[in-house]
């Protein structure tokens, strides 16, 4: 059995999840590919995984409500022990990196941490992931019949439904054991814009925008105009200008969109790791030696100030005489 | 109480990664404590200078040139280090057997160790030691208080930033910005001279290694590199938007 | 804890020793002797110089003196600046070699290596050296934590090179409690943020005497900042004394003995220059490299171009000997200085003797630099001619190095003149070994085999060079005699002479020493030694031009053909070779690193 553990949020399946079961049905392993939902209210979660998959399981449980991964990883390794899954498969999202790693222990398990590709060869499942801050590829071999794998998001295309009857829904029992972190608060990021991991055109701002709303001005501002997702450096996530879930590089997201536009970004090599699979790479600073120009298909040498607002005044001038035509 | 640290030492983020025979060629190169991990040598650190009665001792598992980063973190403070050497590239599973075995002889209360590795970028050793010890883990803390035995503190969580507590022991893992490690004083640095480093071999933990690597492939994807002067920025920002549109498609 | 903590394996030489004697490698201190914790403090130290001194080089260099006094309070809670100061006021007293050590790594910025090195060279040296118990309990904590800085006042408007000749006059007060200063100083480093002065000044108008004074001292004024060309972030100013009382617990050393602080304190200021130098180069060189190897033209790097190649080879060369020529002049003075509580006399006299080496790291490092500056230049092509690029700036700060502490002018005085000295007082074996080459060379080629060994060549080139340069001080003793320091000009060469004599020979014991580990160390010492010997054959050239004609003219060209006969090195192959290295690397190395 292909355990795939279903990442959700507010009621609806996170979009990675789907790329996880592209990546288990590639993986040339047999049994079926099975769904597991952990959570509370998840009935919804459950019925929308369904199409995609072989089967559900389903363990709707009030003390899963708030995700822990010492909890989790001790459900996920209990039902893949029981129903003898030799293959795990979760988001390499932090905290699916993070109870990936647990489950490995629990099961005794080899780990394949954040791969972009997996494959079984003659019973041995083999990997391809980013290293030495995503400047190398390696490739990896478990050792072990049983593997957790945390796949990179945004790499597999997401599955299509399989066309057969939707997978059967079983519910299951676990032995949940208490959480020992106790939360005593939390500050949600907001953000309603498309994700990064999904977007093709990424724009993300440095420290050289000035400040919040210079950002909001240019940033958010220009991709407003080219429907793109928002990014940010770790400076500006720091100086709070901007949330986590924006922060692009080494200890943040990875992503690999069609163009990405850095504004106001020095390009340190965490950044970079973050985003130098980009296909293009556009650098706008007003530094011609900043490391970000070493990376770039194409830059401007200019400040971010007159530069950027001149672009959204000709894109968005663009767009009107196109409605106008 | 007795803190752990574990730290790696690693490629300074600043050298460029040289690829020969499948192996990332080391030879020559500036090789650093690994920063991430110096965030956990610098937490234990100022845990105690707080006023927590703590010994510190450091670990770390890898190749003799680890003793540098070793003689690092004695040199900011720490009390002793154990060097388990070894030359075999150890998966961070395989890796968090060890570290546990060493936190259950040392009977630890604390161990810290980075939110992630610069070399082989995982993220689980930390976890995986906490499952092994069957302990709570808090990852990619950004403040930490502790309080007689409870931890309280704030992480980075997925989606927002969470405030926690916690009962030692627990695993912490560390990251930028948690802290600003400090650098040794030359006092500290003549001091540490003198500190115990207790090498022990890997065989005598009995480990089995879970993952084998068949070695790495440099990424160097050549990029353009057109850099234009921006200071017509009417002229440059009409360029830009004209080659995303032809190059990339980007408003077609 | 004492120099001894810290490893050494520089035999007791005399000063000057290198022109008449040879030494074997285990004979002199290397940077690849450095032990493990002076490791440690010197990546500390560049890495704060990179993190805290470039990443703030803007503000240093609009002259924010409240964060370059942060930066040395810094520098100060770390131990950097307790480096020189004995263990009985809290201090470390690691010895020489660390302190220029720690003057090398912190070199990345001309402006804030100048506020470093007047503080813990030229301005606390005198105090360490020549202070009494009192004076040091007062100042030293202060200076050592970086609370307090400190300044060097020894020029005047009409006093520079010619010290000696300073106007400004002491007076001892009626009530015998102060003396009384007036007067004015000229180009004082540091003086805008200074805390404690050591100001020279003549009692009665003759009595060559060091005073320590307080900042705000009634009656010391700091003028205006001058506007310099260079070196922007650090405080150069006039002082003005105008019946400034100075407490009489405050005359440092004896009074009519202030000379010897004055000119003993610049020799080590001089080696640190050289350290400083040493270090701007390296810095400098990583710009260029980092620069050339991103910069395309004719759709390649133009680090593949040769005449590029040449340059960084050139200059990843000249670090290299220059590291071997100041380690190893401060590996002997530790090894000359005695354990323990020195006085006053026995510093004096363990650095005295190595006078003629500082003097030679001064004005040879200075160019140096100046040399390797230049050559980076180039690589930025014209982005090196604006200001957002480094290059600018080194460009505009390393000129300084060829004025103060002596200006080139006068340390090549000071070089050959102190040789010739030595030499006359019977202290150095010069006249014998200008015999035994005269000898030599008259009675014609010798059957020597030369010796074996990867440096093989290079170690005969060395000795050759000794040759040249010892034949052509007797050429110029012979024709000139005592009136030999009235040609300034052929003094001059003598003093390029025993520099490249010097530099070579370092830069050979070096790479002996680590030939094995190390073959990139016998790479440059090659390339540096065989342009080095070239430079010496010109020389030699000149300076027999300017002291023979006619038939001894011709004699003694014969001689200097023959001395000057052998195989050359292929510099153009090697210094690729040297260069794909430095630029795989992305820095200078003296490592094998592949790219
Ligand atoms: C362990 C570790 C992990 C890290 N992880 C990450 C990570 O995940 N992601 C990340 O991004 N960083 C990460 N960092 C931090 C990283 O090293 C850099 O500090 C950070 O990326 C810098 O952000 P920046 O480019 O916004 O700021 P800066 O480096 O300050 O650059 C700002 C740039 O803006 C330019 N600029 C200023 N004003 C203007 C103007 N008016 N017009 C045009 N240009 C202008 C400047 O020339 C400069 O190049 C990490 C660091 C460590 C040590
Ligand atoms: C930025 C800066 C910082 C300084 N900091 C300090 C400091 O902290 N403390 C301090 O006391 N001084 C300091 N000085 C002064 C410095 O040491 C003198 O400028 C230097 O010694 C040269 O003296 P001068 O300028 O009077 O030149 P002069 O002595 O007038 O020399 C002019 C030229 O004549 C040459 N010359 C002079 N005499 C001879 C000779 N006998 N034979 C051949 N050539 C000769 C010189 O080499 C020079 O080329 C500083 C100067 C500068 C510019």
Redesign the pocket.
């Known amino acids: 059995m292909i355990l795939v553990v279903v990442a959700h949020a507010d009621g609806r399946v996170g979009r990675s999840t789907f790329g996880l079961i592209a990546a288990a049905r590639q993986i040339g392993r047999s049994g079926p590919v099975t769904a597991l939902v952990l959570g509370s209210g998840v009935a919804g979660v459950a019925t929308e995984i369904a199409p995609y998959v072989d089967q559900v399981l389903v363990a709707d449980r009030e003390e899963l409500a708030q995700y822990d991964p010492q909890v989790w990883a001790a459900a996920v390794a209990q039902i893949a022990h029981e129903g003898e899954a030799d293959t795990i498969l979760l988001t390499a999202s932090r905290s699916g990196r993070e109870s990936s790693a647990r489950v490995a222990v629990k099961l005794d398990a080899a780990l394949l941490e954040d791969v972009v590709s997996v494959v079984d060869r003659q019973g041995a499942l083999v990997a391809e992931r980013y290293s030495c801050l995503a400047r190398v590829t390696e490739r990896i071999e478990a050792l072990s019949p049983v593997v957790v794998v945390s796949v990179k998001p945004g790499i597999f295309a997401a599955a299509e439904p399989t066309g057969a009857e939707p997978g059967e829904q079983y519910d299951v029992e676990l032995a949940v054991p208490p959480a020992r972190v106790r939360v005593t608060g939390k500050v949600r990021y907001a953000t309603d814009r498309i994700a990064l991991a999904d977007a093709d055109v990424v724009v993300s701002?440095?420290?050289?925008?000035?400040d919040a709303a210079g950002f909001e001005r240019l940033v958010v501002g220009l991709a407003d105009q080219l429907g793109a997702a928002v990014g940010?450096?770790?400076?500006?996530?720091d100086a709070g200008w901007r949330p986590y879930s924006e922060?692009?590089?080494?200890?943040?997201k990875t992503v690999q969109p069609k163009v990405y536009i850095a504004?106001?970004?020095?390009?340190?090599?965490?950044?970079l790791?973050?985003m130098n699979k980009s296909r293009l790479i556009v650098a706008?600073?007003?530094?011609s030696e900043?490391p970000?120009f070493r990376v770039c298909d194409f830059g401007i040498v200019?400040?971010?100030?007159s530069?950027v607002p001149a672009m959204i005044e000709q894109i968005a001038a663009a767009r009107l005489s196109r409605a106008g035509s | 109480m007795r803190i752990l640290a574990i730290i790696r030492q690693v490629l300074d983020?600043e050298e460029s990664v040289y690829v020969d025979n499948r192996t990332v060629d080391l030879k020559g190169r500036k090789l650093v404590m690994d920063?991430?991990d110096e965030?956990g040598v610098e937490e234990a650190l100022r845990i105690r200078e707080r006023g927590a009665e703590a010994e510190i001792v450091v670990v770390g598992i890898g190749p003799a040139r680890f003793e540098e980063a070793l003689r690092s973190a004695l040199s900011m403070g720490a009390d002793r280090a154990i060097h388990v050497e070894t030359d075999q590239e150890v998966d961070p599973i395989a890796l968090s057997g060890v570290v546990a075995a060493i936190a259950r002889k040392e009977e630890a209360q604390m161990i810290f160790c980075?939110g992630?590795q610069?070399d082989w970028d995982s993220q689980a050793l930390g976890a995986a030691v906490a499952e092994h010890l069957d302990w709570p883990a808090l990852t990619w803390t950004r403040k930490l208080e502790l309080k007689g035995t409870t931890l309280a503190g704030q992480r980075d969580a997925e989606d927002g930033v969470e405030s926690f507590e916690v009962d030692l022991p627990a695993v912490v893992t560390t990251?930028?910005d948690l802290n600003e490690p400090r650098y040794p004083t030359l006092p500290n640095i003549m001091k540490a001279k003198r500190k115990e480093i207790r090498r022990e071999t890997l065989e005598s933990f009995g480990v089995a290694l879970k993952v084998r690597s068949h070695g790495v492939e440099a990424q160097n994807r050549e990029r353009l590199r057109e850099v234009i002067d921006g200071r017509d920025a009417a002229a440059a920002a009409s360029q830009l938007v004209a080659m995303l549109r032809e190059k990339a498609g980007v408003m077609a | 804890m004492s120099t001894a903590t810290v490893s050494h394996s520089s035999r007791k030489v005399s000063g000057g020793a290198f022109l008449v004697e040879d030494l074997l490698p285990g004979e002199i201190f290397t940077p690849e002797d450095l032990s493990d914790e002076q490791k440690q403090m010197a990546e500390i130290t560049a890495d704060f110089a990179d993190k805290h001194v470039l990443g703030n080089i803007q503000e240093i260099e609009a002259k924010n003196f409240d964060l370059s006094r942060k930066l040395m309070r810094d520098l100060g809670e770390l131990g950097l600046l307790s480096v020189d100061v004995p263990e009985a006021y809290g201090g470390m007293e690691l010895g020489h070699v660390t302190s220029a050590m720690l003057t090398d790594k912190i070199a990345v910025s001309g402006s804030f290596s100048v506020t470093f090195s007047a503080h813990v060279g030229i301005g606390m040296l005198p105090l360490i050296w020549y202070g009494s118990p009192e004076q040091k309990q007062k100042y030293l904590p202060k200076l050592a934590s970086g609370e307090w800085i400190a300044a060097y006042a020894l020029s005047e408007a009409s006093a520079g090179s010619d010290a000696m000749n300073i106007h400004t006059r002491a007076a001892l007060s009626p009530d015998g409690k102060h003396y009384v200063l007036n007067g004015e100083k000229m180009w004082i480093s540091n003086a805008g943020m200074a805390g404690l002065f050591t100001i020279f000044a003549k009692v009665d108008g003759e009595k060559f005497t060091a005073f320590l004074v307080e900042a705000g001292t009634p009656g010391l004024t700091v003028g205006p900042e001058e506007h310099k060309l260079g070196i922007r972030g650090s405080s150069t100013c006039p002082l003005a004394l105008v019946d400034c009382l100075v407490p009489v617990e405050n005359v440092l050393g004896e009074i009519g003995k202030g000379h010897h602080i004055a000119f003993n304190v610049l020799d080590v200021g001089r080696y640190k220059l050289a350290a400083s130098a040493v270090g701007g180069a390296r810095t400098v060189l990583r710009d260029g490299i980092r620069y050339g190897r991103d910069r395309i033209a004719f759709g390649k790097p133009v680090t593949s171009f040769g005449l590029i190649q040449e340059k960084i080879a050139d200059t990843a060369a000249d670090v290299y000997a220059g590291e071997a020529a100041v380690y190893r002049t401060v590996g002997a003075i530790d090894a000359a200085m005695p354990e323990g509580e020195k006085s006053p006399q026995q510093i004096q006299r363990a650095i005295e003797e190595f006078a003629v080496e500082c003097s030679i790291l001064k004005f040879w490092g200075s160019e140096m630099l100046e040399r390797a500056v230049d050559k980076m230049f180039q690589i930025f092509g014209g982005y090196g001619f604006v200001e957002e690029f480094p290059v600018e700036r080194a460009y505009r700060d390393s000129r300084i190095n060829k004025i103060f502490e002596g200006t080139n002018e006068i340390n090549r005085l000071i070089t050959t003149g102190w040789m010739v000295k030595r030499a006359m007082q019977g202290r150095l074996a010069l006249l014998p070994a200008i015999k035994k080459v005269m000898d030599e060379v008259m009675a014609g080629p010798s059957l020597q085999a030369p010796p074996s060994g990867a440096l093989g060549a290079e170690r005969s080139l060395v000795r050759n060079a000794k040759k040249l340069g010892l034949f052509c001080s007797g050429a110029a003793s012979q024709r000139f005699g005592t009136e030999l320091s009235e040609q300034q000009e052929v003094v001059g060469m003598l003093a390029d002479m025993l520099a490249e004599i010097m530099v070579s020979e370092s830069a050979l014991l070096r790479a002996e020493k680590s030939a094995e580990q190390m073959p990139m160390g016998v790479r440059l010492a090659k390339y540096f030694i065989a342009n080095s010997f070239r430079r010496m054959v010109m020389l030699a050239e000149k300076l027999v031009a300017a002291v023979a004609e006619g038939d001894t003219l011709r004699t003694q060209m014969a001689i200097v053909r023959r001395l000057a006969k052998h195989e050359p090195v292929n510099t153009v192959a090697l210094g690729r070779e040297i260069t794909a290295t430095m630029v795989a690397a992305g820095r200078y190395t003296v490592e094998e690193v592949r790219g």
């Open positions: 701002g440095g420290r050289g925008v000035g940010a450096t770790r400076a500006v996530v922060q692009v590089g080494q200890t943040g504004v106001g970004i020095s390009g340190a090599v965490q950044h790791s973050g706008i600073n007003k530094d900043a970000i200019g400040n971010v100030e530069v | 983020a920063t991430m965030y980075g992630q610069a990251q930028q």
